[in-house]
């Protein structure tokens, strides 16, 4: 499975034949604790336990991104997404990384 960082981000975005997403897999509190805005991906919130019975809703010809608070939870998603014939990437690190690397105005939590 393909880790990037929250750095490296935009730049994948930027090589993906079409647009990308962002599946945040957290929970809906730690979304409103601290959220990604990138501009190069529409983000999709889909708490990891909903994936396999709202698998239909996520758009197999659009390259993916999974991110979570510390990088554990998308990295199983981004596992199970790449079974299912998605072409996926994980965000090491998660949203704590991305505080750190990218925008230090989301909240650490």
């Known amino acids: 499975m393909q880790q990037i960082t929250p750095a490296q981000l935009n730049d994948w975005a930027a ?3 079409s647009r990308p997403v962002l599946l945040d897999v957290r929970e809906a509190w730690e979304l ?15 708490p990891m336990q909903t994936i396999p019975a709202r698998l239909d809703e996520l758009d197999r010809s659009r390259p ?3 991110l979570c608070h510390h990088g554990a939870r998308s990295q199983q998603v981004a596992h199970f997404l790449a079974q299912q014939g998605f072409e996926v990437v994980n965000v090491a690190g998660g949203i704590h990384a991305w505080s750190l690397q990218v925008d230090p105005t989301v909240p650490v939590y």
């Open 15 to 17: 090589q993906q034949a």
């Open 32 to 46: 409103q604790t601290a959220s990604a805005r990138p501009d190069s991906l529409d983000v999709v919130h889909m």
């Open 64 to 66: 993916m991104a999974c």
